[in-house]
């Protein structure tokens, strides 16, 4: 903190001088402490009165500003994400791009699909890391996870009211709030599509916008045709680098929008086009999985041994049979891995 307001130093100054002062006759001690009283007030009504001051100790909604927001989320994703270059790509742009528009038309809803250990997760703690400080903890970021938050098939009114009524609230207190669905694979058909209201085009809905706020979805399913599309280009001889979104979008979309068992079915989030971006996460190779493997080594604190390094690789699962290309877990049991080794 560099620079406190004039009053509040004003007010920490007269703390400071209390032990030397000598009250006279003409200063009664109840004088005194009422003059204290209100140079305090006074300090507390400057401090509440200047927000940037305020936000430095307690969280606040809108904290990081736009630009700062962009940048921590590209140099994290740059130094963290792992063959993910559609991901890197599209997120950053689309999350920068939201949040330096002053008038945005609907809040930005990104799907994330893919294998499990791709980078979904992480890519969302990354998002809500870059826009609030507490990330994940933060009283304006929300996750629901399906199978913990809306495991019965017969509560399914229940859950969409009081969905409903949580973003509702939420939105209200803070417009750039932040929600997290994991595990949509295993959402109950029809239960997202009750959010629909508050995805789409509308300026104010009972009189709450909600087109500052950020929707991430997170599911496994499009895997096997973003596998399908990897593999050919593999085949053919050209590098996961070629690939391009424009690639696999529309297939993922539809391969989403088809499968009974994605959250997605039939769901009217996609047939009214009110997913901004459907994000392929490809299926992770070797050599990313020695990287996954070298950052987890050095994030605890030890130098790095090559030979555990490529242990741990080897002792990874990958598919197809024959040419053992991808890791079928990703890189989601690491960190478990080492434990055995340190």
């Known amino acids: 903190m560099k620079l406190l307001p004039g009053v509040l130093r004003a007010a920490l100054g007269l703390v400071l001088l209390l032990p030397l002062l ?5 200063v009664e001690p109840i004088s005194l402490g009422l003059a204290i009283a209100g140079a305090a ?17 307690r969280e606040c909604c809108l ?10 989320l590209q140099e994290n994703l740059d130094k963290k994400l792992f063959g993910q270059h559609l991901v890197n790509k599209v997120v950053v742009k689309a999350v920068k791009g939201f949040l330096n ?9 990104l799907s994330l699909h893919g294998w499990t250990g791709t980078g979904k997760n992480f890519v969302g703690r990354i998002v809500a890391e870059s826009i ?10 929300h996750q629901f996870v399906a199978t913990l938050h ?18 509702r609230g939420n939105v209200s207190i803070c417009p750039r709030s932040l929600f997290i669905f994991d595990e949509m694979d295993k959402m109950h058909a029809g239960l997202i599509d009750s959010i629909k209201p508050f995805l789409d085009y509308y300026e104010l809905l009972d009189g709450v ?11 496994n399913a499009g895997a096997e045709k973003i596998t399908e599309v ?51 996460f490809l299926p992770l190779e070797y050599k990313h999985v020695k990287m996954c493997v070298r950052v987890e080594i050095e994030s605890r604190g030890y130098a790095v041994d090559e030979d555990i390094l490529t242990r741990i690789a080897n002792e990874m699962t990958y598919f197809p049979r024959e040419e053992r290309i991808y890791s079928d877990k990703g890189c989601k049991t690491v960190d478990a891995k080492l434990d055995y080794y340190f």
């Open 41 to 57: 007030a006074s300090a507390l009504t400057g401090f509440i009165s200047y927000p940037r001051l305020y936000c430095y100790f």
């Open 230 to 280: 990897a593999l050919d280009f593999w085949r053919n001889g050209r590098t996961r680098e070629d690939i391009q979104l424009t690639d696999i979008q529309n297939a993922l979309s539809v391969s989403v929008f088809n499968n009974k068992n994605s959250g997605f079915w039939h769901s009217t989030l996609i047939d009214r086009n009110l997913i901004d971006y459907f994000v392929p």
């Open 63 to 72: 904290q990081r500003h736009d630009q700062r927001a962009a940048a921590a």
């Open 132 to 141: 609030y400080k507490r990330g994940l903890q933060s009283k304006y970021v």
């Open 150 to 167: 809306f495991p019965h098939a017969h509560s399914i009114n229940l859950y969409k009211d009081q969905l409903q009524s949580w973003i």
């Open 22 to 26: 000598r009250p006279a006759n003409a």
């Open 101 to 109: 528009n002053t008038n945005a038309k609907k809040p930005l809803a």
């Open 209 to 219: 916008s909600y087109r500052q706020a950020i929707f991430i979805f997170l599911s």
